[in-house]
């Protein structure tokens, strides 16, 4: 079974780069079952797909915020990562990662990292 789990700062202030990574465990990143996604939650709001990252390094942004959205890999340590460059205080979210295969099958999520943006 497929394990994440988030790890970043909690908290950021405005206009800064918010970086998270998301470490796999029980599963390789590397492989082309999964799309490796970052989606968030604001405070009284639903969830909202940031992006996903396949196995061999495509990516697929959501219009939101793409144009200050990055998503990477590194597979020597099995990772994927979250940098989103200008936060503003729009941005304070639970930001998730997860496993969701490409076609039927289960998904897995981490437990979710709070990130709270104030100067």
């Known amino acids: 079974q497929v394990q994440l789990q988030e790890s970043g700062p909690g908290l950021v202030k405005p206009s800064q780069t918010l970086s998270l990574t998301c470490t796999v465990s029980?599963?390789?990143?590397?492989?082309?079952?999964?799309?490796w996604i970052w989606i968030r939650q604001p405070p009284g709001k639903g969830l909202e797909y940031m992006g996903a990252?396949?196995?061999?390094?495509?990516?697929y942004y959501s219009p939101v915020r793409k144009s200050h959205t990055a998503i990477s890999t590194d597979t020597s340590k099995n990772q994927f990562s979250l940098q989103l460059r200008s936060v503003t205080t729009e941005d304070p979210a639970v930001y998730y990662c997860?496993?969701?295969?490409?076609?039927?099958?289960?998904?897995?999520w981490g437990p979710g990292t709070q990130v709270t943006v104030s100067s």
């Open positions: 997860a496993s969701v295969p490409w076609v039927a099958g289960a998904q897995y």
């Open positions: 990252i396949s196995y061999d390094g495509t990516t």
């Open positions: 029980g599963g390789s990143i590397t492989t082309s079952y999964y799309a």
